[in-house]
């Protein structure tokens, strides 16, 4: 395994919910990709930050550490940042669930609340979070929204949006540019797509929960959303919680009901993008 | 000791457990078994019922009294109630019940950390 030259860009320090970190990369062309694409973690007031990524190598083939322990050898580039992406979140969700409720979610927010879309993989959150940030919506998270204990606010993780490749097509001019020196497999797989990239796209910190949607996506289904119980909300919801287990159970389970005793709760079932991000917006604006 | 929710009948006295975690919202319950992690939901109805489940008095006599109370058949309620208490009791949330075992694939074991993360790209 090589060492990170020198030479090396530092870039950060960023912050996840709790996680703090910078990024040390001799490879200039993924060091200019992976500056834009965690933009909206940057946490420019922060001290160094006491964990440090290393992306180190040539072409395509690079080595990552995260204080010292290898996350990956001789990997592409497209693996390398998609190997690190993962080790962020994961430290990002682990720094939050002593003391949030941290649910599978993305977050977005409008008229100063916070609308949170749990849902487990592949459900579409990070294509909706996308179709209503294009909508003028502020961004929180397009994986976890953390909830204080008090069941109040959610608490923003504005990592960049993993775009799959399964969802591109419908999202096609958010492809990032790639820098001309960035290694070609940067150019396939996911796409990290910072909020902020968007024309009027921003990030909030944080906000009170206004209300609970729960996305299913259904290859050719009418789109159609569907008012939801509280109690069945709670039940539904605590599917998506991190860490839903041992001794701290109770206290998420007191502050998700909480939470969703002051929002309203619906499910959707999304068949076409469009026309599920007017369907949040025509029920949003009932609400308010 | 633990028993067979088959056995439960008219005559059965019902307690509910009180070390479950119980939140009302909207006339329904959410009632956490923090063995398990498992949520229950009781609507509004199941609901009046758990409140009810204090280990006084039999089904029969909880079925004349609910039957009075809501102005319904009696014969009706005792057959809702029987349901309700063997279902209460095959989640365990009864005393002297376990839930019953997840079928293989059905559900996470306690313990299982959740399966929420993508995981790491593929090499």
């Known amino acids: ?288 | 000791m633990t028993g067979s929710s088959d056995t439960i009948d008219a005559a059965f006295v019902p307690q509910r457990r009180d070390d479950v975690a119980v939140e009302e919202l909207d006339d329904e319950l959410v009632v956490l078994d923090e063995r398990t992690g498992r949520l229950h939901v009781l609507n509004p109805t199941a609901t009046v019922v758990w409140q009810c489940l204090d280990g006084d008095a039999d089904l029969a006599t909880l079925a004349v009294e609910l039957a009075t109370a809501f102005g319904a058949e009696a014969d009706a309620v005792r057959a809702d109630l029987l349901t309700l208490a063997r279902q209460l009791a095959d989640d365990g949330l009864l005393v002297g019940f376990e839930p019953d075992s997840p079928e293989p694939g059905d559900d996470e074991p306690p313990d299982a950390p959740p399966r929420l993360l993508t995981p790491p790209p593929p090499t």
Not at chain 1, 4 to 19: D, F, I, M, R
């Open chain 1, 1 to 288: 395994m090589s060492a990170v030259a020198a030479t090396a860009t530092e870039l950060g320090p960023y912050a996840g919910l709790g996680h703090r970190f910078g990024v040390r990369c001799d490879h200039p062309g993924v060091a200019a990709y992976l500056e834009a694409a965690f933009a909206t973690l940057a946490d420019p007031a922060a001290d160094s930050p006491p964990g440090w990524y290393a992306l180190s190598g040539i072409d395509d083939r690079l080595d990552l550490t995260y204080d010292g322990e290898v996350l990956a050898e001789d990997a592409s580039a497209r693996r390398a940042v998609g190997m690190l992406t993962w080790h962020v979140n994961r430290c990002a969700i682990d720094s939050a669930t002593a003391d949030h409720v941290v649910v599978h979610a993305a977050a977005l927010a409008r008229d100063g609340h916070v609308l949170m879309l749990p849902a487990a993989m592949e459900a579409g959150k990070t294509t909706l979070a996308a179709g209503l940030i294009d909508r003028g919506w502020a961004y929180l998270s397009d994986e976890a929204a953390a909830l204080t204990r008090d069941g109040r606010r959610v608490r923003a993780y504005p990592k960049p949006l993993s775009v799959d490749p399964g969802s591109q097509h419908l999202l096609d001019d958010w492809a990032p540019p790639v820098p001309a020196d960035a290694p070609s497999s940067l150019r396939a797989g996911q796409w990290q797509v910072p909020a902020t990239s968007r024309a009027g796209g921003r990030v909030v910190a944080d906000g009170p929960l206004g209300g609970i949607v729960l996305p299913r996506y259904e290859q050719g289904a009418e789109t159609r959303l569907t008012p939801l119980a509280r109690a069945v909300t709670v039940a539904r919801v605590a599917t998506c919680v991190f860490a839903w287990q041992g001794p701290q159970l109770r206290w998420r389970f007191e502050a998700l009901a909480s939470a969703v005793r002051r929002s309203r709760c619906a499910e959707l079932v999304v068949g076409d993008l469009d026309a599920a991000c007017a369907t949040i917006e025509r029920w949003w604006e009932e609400g308010m």
